[in-house]
């Protein structure tokens, strides 16, 4: 079995395709790794505003806590 044609024009033809698909196969993993880590480095602020809430949250559970213990009040 040949992979490419008898004909040098139909085998050239041919082998230029094969090159075309390799590099937009190579060009599109390129760009979802770029795209992958675009997101990463976007997610970053959205991680530190977690970790803000997070914190905050806990301030208040434990204000909360400390005014639950006041007589006339709690």
């Known amino acids: ?5 008898d004909r040098f024009p139909t085998a050239a033809r041919q082998f230029l395709t094969d090159l075309l698909v390799v590099v937009w196969v190579y060009a599109a993993i390129r ?6 880590d675009l997101v990463q480095k976007l ?3 959205g991680q530190k505003l ?3 809430g997070g914190g905050l949250a806990d301030n208040l559970a434990e204000a909360g806590g400390k005014v639950g ?6």
């Open 1 to 5: 079995m040949k992979i490419y044609a």
């Open 31 to 36: 760009g979802a790794l770029w795209l992958h």
């Open 43 to 45: 997610a970053v602020p």
């Open 50 to 52: 977690e970790g803000a």
């Open 69 to 74: 213990r006041v007589p006339l009040v709690g």
